[in-house]
C-alpha cells in the first residue's frame, strides 16, 4: 500500500494575508458536502468536483488554488520584501487577535496598518471628550445631580462638546432603562481615552476587562484625572499621547472584534471568545471617534453621536 507522504519544505498559506490552515472544515462544495480542502488538494471527496479556487478564512479574498502553496524559500522572500514596520505590525495584530480566540481573521492589506495619514483629534479635545463621558457615567446613576453636572460642564466651557443625544440625556426627566443600561458603558470610552493620553498605564483585557472595572485600571484613572466639578483647563491643556501606534493598533483590534462578532451573526458558529462585546464595541467607537478630525472646526460633540462603528 501506498502512502502520500507530505512535502515537509512545502508550506500552504494563503498568498494574500498569509493565513494557514487550521486543520478545520472551513469549506464547503456546491453538493453541500464540507471539508478540509487542503486534505484533497481542493478536490470534493464527495462529488469529486475539482476546485480550482480557494477562498481564505482569514481575509475572506479567492485565490488559485495552487498558489497557496509556497517553498520555504518563497515565504522567506515573502516575509523579507515590504515595510518591515508594517509586517511587525501585522503580527503584532494578528498575534493579540488570536490570543482573545480570534484565529482566523488577517490582514491581507499591509497599508490598512500605516496611521501615518490619519488625523486624530487633539490631545485637549480628547481630554474633553473624556471628562464628558466620565460625567455620563456618574451621572447614569446620580440622576438627581444631573444638573449639578451641566452647570459644571457648562462652566468649564465644554458643554458646546457635549453630543446633542447626551444633552437629552442632561434634559430627560425620566430616562429610558434601555438608555442608562447604553450610557453606562460609557465608563469604558473614558477609560479608554484614559489610556490614550497616559492617565492609565495599562487597558485591562477585552475579556477581562468587566471584571476590572473597579480594580487597578479604574483606580488609576480616577487619581490621574480630575475630580468631576473641579477645575479642567489647566490639566486639559498639559494632555499627551502615548504612541500612535499603540493606540491605531487598540483600535484596530476592536475593529476586527466587531467585524468578528458581526460575522458570527451571519453564520451561526460558537463564539470562541470570552470578550465582553459591549466593552469592545465602547472602545471602536471612542477609538473611531478619535480618528475622526475635520478642518473646518467642527465640535466634537457633534460628530460623537454618529461614529460608524460598521466596519
Not at 487633539?122 to 481630554?127: L, N
Not at 468631576?228 to 494632555?239: A, D, R
Request: glycine content about 4%.
Amino acid at each position: 500500500m501506498l502512502f502520500w507522504k507530505r512535502n515537509t519544505d512545502t508550506i500552504i498559506q494563503c498568498p494574500n494575508c498569509e493565513w494557514k490552515p487550521d486543520g478545520e472544515k472551513h469549506w464547503a462544495c456546491s453538493c453541500g458536502h464540507s471539508w478540509n480542502t487542503f486534505e484533497t488538494k481542493a478536490k470534493c471527496p464527495q462529488c469529486k468536483k475539482q476546485w480550482q479556487d480557494t477562498v481564505c478564512p482569514g481575509c475572506g479574498k479567492l485565490s488559485p488554488h495552487k498558489s497557496w502553496y509556497k517553498t520555504r524559500e518563497e515565504i522567506n522572500a515573502l516575509e523579507s520584501a515590504g515595510d518591515s514596520q508594517l509586517r511587525a505590525k501585522k503580527k503584532s495584530l494578528e498575534s493579540r487577535l488570536v490570543g482573545y480566540g480570534i484565529k482566523n481573521y488577517r490582514v491581507s492589506h499591509l497599508p490598512y496598518l500605516d496611521h501615518s495619514n490619519e488625523k486624530f483629534h487633539s490631545p485637549f479635545e480628547a481630554g474633553c471628550r473624556m471628562m464628558i463621558l466620565y460625567a455620563i457615567s456618574y451621572a447614569v446613576h446620580k440622576l438627581h445631580e444631573r444638573a449639578d453636572v451641566c452647570d459644571w460642564l457648562q462652566r468649564e466651557g465644554l458643554w458646546d462638546r457635549v453630543s446633542p443625544k447626551e444633552k437629552e440625556f442632561f434634559t430627560d426627566p425620566l430616562p429610558e432603562k434601555e438608555t442608562l443600561r447604553e450610557l453606562s458603558w460609557r465608563i469604558e470610552a473614558a477609560l479608554t481615552l484614559g489610556w490614550c493620553l497616559n492617565k492609565v498605564k495599562v487597558l485591562p483585557r477585552l475579556d477581562e476587562a468587566s471584571n476590572k472595572i473597579n480594580g487597578q485600571a479604574m483606580r488609576e484613572f480616577q487619581e490621574n484625572v480630575p475630580a468631576l466639578g473641579e477645575p479642567l483647563m489647566s490639566f486639559l491643556s498639559n494632555l499627551e499621547y502615548r504612541s500612535l501606534d499603540e493606540i491605531y493598533e487598540e483600535n484596530l483590534v476592536n475593529e476586527m472584534a466587531t467585524t468578528y462578532f458581526r460575522d458570527l451573526m451571519f453564520s451561526r458558529k460558537d463564539d470562541q471568545t470570552k470578550i465582553n462585546r459591549a466593552v469592545s464595541l465602547e472602545r471602536h467607537r471612542v477609538l473611531n471617534w478619535l480618528r475622526t478630525h475635520y478642518e473646518d472646526g467642527n465640535f466634537s460633540g457633534e460628530l460623537w453621536d454618529d461614529v460608524d462603528t460598521s466596519t
